[in-house]
């Protein structure tokens, strides 16, 4: 049976994570190794892991991390920043990771989502599409940690990632990062309507009520966090944490 995701988002920024807000101002909160270690103990249903300088300086991935997280890994694991070309994910696929998360190159070449799915399986190419509301109406993705307009709507470049092949869409709210205040609902609910792809929402949770309200609207979703999983308390101190077995299953149970 088909269960809701809770999934951690670690940001890679000169090597170490960092944790945003609005894509901006990283606080530096620890090492991704120790990261993916501490995940392991605790029993997380996946891991994404986003090398956030990758794209911006116009690097090649960054294969010896990629493998090193692999190889710590016990849990599915996806990778993405600076994918641009099918050689590239078939590499990182090699190395072990699950999933490949692909964002602007797409954008600019969207029949690279077909051509990527061809060579590793469609269930493991993941469309990022980082979005930001319009100042009157509607939402409008960008690119390279948020500083490129593209002009698309996102409402219509998913139904387009659907039919090319993707194996599931992870929508990012810029607006949401790292403010801990809830996740867009509205946009869930618009995006969820157009494709029937498994998706994955991030940008906002503060509480884990906040994932409870995603599940209980969207059922089977996949619901990532940053900072909820990275600080603890009113202060924002760097403790890496998740929920419980029993916590994760009450709240599924609960909601689905």
């Known amino acids: ?8 988002s670690l940001l890679v920024h000169d ?4 944790k945003t807000v609005n894509f901006k101002n990283g606080k530096y909160v620890g090492d991704p190794i120790n990261a993916v270690k501490i995940f392991n103990e605790k029993e997380v249903d996946e891991l994404a892991v986003f090398d956030i300088d990758a794209t911006v300086l116009n690097k090649e ?9 692999a190889n710590q890994s016990r849990m599915p694991l996806c990778y993405g920043g600076g994918v641009k070309t099918v050689e590239q994910a078939q590499r990182i696929f090699g190395l072990g990771i699950e999933k490949i998360a692909v964002s602007s190159a797409v954008i600019e070449q969207p029949q690279l989502i077909s051509e990527i799915a061809q060579r590793v399986g469609n269930q493991s190419v993941i469309i990022v599409l980082d979005v930001k509301k319009k100042l009157f109406g509607g939402y409008e993705i960008y690119t390279h940690n948020g500083k490129k307009s593209t002009g698309l709507n996102p409402l219509k470049f998913v139904e387009e990632a659907q039919n090319l092949g993707a194996g599931e869409i992870v929508i990012n709210s810029i607006d949401q990062d790292g403010a801990m205040k809830g996740y867009d609902m509205p946009l869930i609910d618009k995006i969820r309507e157009k494709i029937t792809v498994p998706i ?25 966090a940053g900072s909820l999983f990275v600080f603890k308390g009113v202060y924002k101190a760097v ?18």
Do not use: F, Q
């Open 1 to 8: 049976m088909l269960r809701p995701r809770i999934i951690p």
């Open 15 to 18: 090597g170490g994570l960092v």
């Open 61 to 69: 991935p960054d294969y010896s991390l990629i493998e090193k997280l």
């Open 200 to 224: 994955t929402v991030l940008g906002g949770a503060g509480s884990l009520d906040d994932i409870a309200k995603v599940i209980n609207k969207h059922g089977v979703i996949g619901v990532a």
């Open 239 to 256: 403790l890496i944490n998740y929920p419980t077995r029993a916590e994760k299953d009450t709240l599924i149970k609960n909601n689905v």
